[in-house]
């Protein structure tokens, strides 16, 4: 019979066993240790698309509404009531007029003065015109020169609508002066109307971000504006929407190529139906999809006479030279904070 086999050369497996346990059991608590008091991993992918889905956001500080626009009902039948009608209808339906196909002159892009300066330049923080006449003529940093009103409707032309210049003695340009005048019948020279321009929108603490935008711009703005940007034609040959990159869109030299300028001006206009004060995109929105939309192509105008003192430049002017040591990526993008306390008197002037 065999004698039975000793126990004690198994311990050194059993301990094995043991500190292999002991092993799998610390990794398991280090794991679960790290996940709930560890730093913070990157946000998952899905982050931009959240953002870009919020809204609509409460109502803002804009409550009272806008100062109303004469009514063009009361207009007197005369040959002054005439032009001014004339000069609604240029503004309204320009590409009518002086698109591609304009019966007067083939002059702009197709775009329609009122796709920026919406309502016919009536609808309160959408480019609104009411103020226009109290402020001009007046001294523009842009050119360093006195402007009138003729001369801004130009600029209009031939950035905004990528066009020519109306003659200073056309019935046109004549027609458009006079109906802007007329919205601004009764408001004191140099005096603030509420309502006139665009809304004022809080700097981010970052850059914005034209990819969080191009998911934004998916979300609320191509069902109109087109998965390419190419906007929504008329039979007239105007849009319904405005391209907003692309050959037949407002070129570089155009307000609205500023990206603090498009984000104030969708963040109270846009998608349509939106207003100041029931927007639809979060502030954050506005900044994201501005930045995507102004990163897009567009036409080139050579403008060599802008801003003969460039230290008067806005914070976010995207083209250089600079007075100051900002990339021009961060004058186009962001963050503006910093550039604006290294000038004060742009900020004194906002």
Known sequence: MKPLQDPVPQLPQLAWVLMLLTAVVGLVVGVVLV???GPAGPPPAVAQVDKAQQGPPPAGSYHRPATPA??????PHSAAGREIRYGRALVARTAHYLGPRGVVAPLTNGMNCQNCHLQAGTQGFANNYLAVAATYPKRRARSGTVEGIAKRVNDCLERS??????????RELRAIVA?????GQGIPKGRKVYGTGLIKLPYLD????????????????????GPAGQGQLLAD????????WGPHSYNDGAGLFRVSSLARYVKAAMPFGATFDHPQLTNEQ????????NSQPRPHLPTPHDWPDSSRKPVDHPVGPYTDSFSERQHKF?????????????????
Request: with cysteine.
């Open 35 to 37: 996940q709930l008091y």
């Open 70 to 75: 004469p009514d063009t009902a009361l207009l």
């Open 161 to 170: 609508l990528n066009g020519r210049a109306l003659p200073d003695s056309s």
């Open 179 to 183: 109906y802007i005048k007329w919205l």
């Open 206 to 225: 970052r850059a914005a971000d034209p990819v969080i935008g191009k998911a934004v711009f998916a979300s609320k703005c191509q069902r109109c504006h």
């Open 237 to 244: 040959g105007g849009y319904q929407y405005p391209p907003l």
């Open 286 to 293: 506005a900044w994201d999809v501005a930045a995507f939309i």
């Open 334 to 350: 962001g963050p503006y904070q910093p550039i604006e306390n290294a000038h004060p008197m742009l900020a004194n002037a906002k």
